[in-house]
T-cell receptor, first 113, second 111 residues
């Protein structure tokens, strides 16, 4: 079975640009969560979606948005990129969100220059 | 502020020794999970322990949970070079749908 897949693996963007990151969950999983991990820190929660509805949101500015599609895949969008947005962005899928094991993809390494 | 805080921040032990990492959290939780991360890539799920459980085992891993002290520990027995990684605890708070990670413990197994 395929695990959680994220694309692209690496990405370089310029300040002010927009970026879209994609995530495909494990087959049968209905919940997707997004995390930002800055070097040397633990992952910071950004969003959780379940059955295409937002279930949780972390302390991130409105420049960050996400959505979940009918096939349960998800996109994370970041507008007006800042240098501080450079990080590893991780996607995790689980059967139904809280209380169930979350499985992570390998992440997208975003560098903003 | 982050919910979970791991202790110690870094740990170096000889291969074959046991490694113990601790996690403290602040609010009531539904469950607590431990993850391993190699070289800043994806996290690997190790164990989930629910708030009504006190101990769980998986292979060489043993996790305990003390909800009265709001703390958990991860024990890795008979450590191997492949155990070198960062270990994170993540808590699922009862009050909301956020999963909060600590800053992690960097474990280095010496040959």
């Amino acid at each position: 079975d395929a695990g959680v897949t994220q694309s692209p693996t690496h990405l370089i963007k310029t300040r002010g640009q927009h970026v879209t990151l994609r995530c495909s969950p494990i087959s049968g999983h209905k919940s997707v969560s997004w995390y930002q991990q800055v070097l040397g820190q633990g992952p910071q929660f950004i969003f959780q979606y379940y059955e295409k509805e937002e279930r949780g949101r972390g302390n991130f500015p409105d420049r960050f948005s996400a959505r979940q599609f009918p096939n349960y895949s998800s996109e994370l969008n970041v507008n007006a990129l800042l240098l501080g947005d450079s990080a590893l962005y991780l996607c995790a899928s689980s059967l139904w969100g809280r209380g169930t094991e979350a499985f992570f993809g390998q992440g997208t390494r975003l560098t903003v220059v | 502020s982050q919910q979970g805080e791991e202790d110690p921040q870094a740990l170096s032990i000889q291969e074959g020794e046991n490694a113990t990492m601790n996690c403290s959290y602040k609010t009531s939780i539904n469950n607590l999970q431990w993850y391993r991360q190699n070289s800043g890539r994806g996290l690997v799920h190790l164990i989930l322990i629910r708030s009504n459980e006190r101990e769980k085992h998986s292979g060489r891993l043993r996790v305990t949970l003390d909800t009265s002290k709001k703390s958990s520990s991860l024990l890795i027995t008979a450590s191997r070079a492949a155990d070198t990684a960062s270990y994170f605890c993540a808590t699922d708070a009862r009050r909301d749908d956020k999963i909060i990670f600590g800053k992690g413990t960097r474990l280095h197994i010496l040959p």
